[in-house]
């Protein structure tokens, strides 16, 4: 089982349909283990319509860091 803990600063905005956000910060990351984490964030959309794809996005890594600013 993994364990993880910390804080991930959002900012969403959504403008005529469109969602837009910002990955601000991360706090005391943690990964559960004697490692450094390896950080990074995706972030799935899930549309309400049926047959609608999902959009997804992930930000590049910044490796063992566990207050990244991104």
């Known amino acids: ?9 959002l900012s969403v905005y959504l403008n005529h ?4 956000v ?7 990351l943690n990964s ?3 490692l450094r984490p390896d950080t990074y964030v995706m972030i799935s959309l ?3 319509d049926d047959g609608v794809t999902p959009t997804r ?4 890594r ?9």
């Open 1 to 9: 089982m993994y364990r993880f803990s910390g804080h991930i600063q």
């Open 17 to 20: 349909g469109l969602v837009t």
């Open 22 to 28: 910002y990955v601000i910060q991360g706090r005391h």
């Open 32 to 34: 559960g283990s004697q």
């Open 46 to 48: 899930i549309p309400d």
């Open 57 to 60: 996005c992930r930000n590049q």
């Open 62 to 70: 910044s490796e063992e860091l566990q207050q990244p600013d991104i």
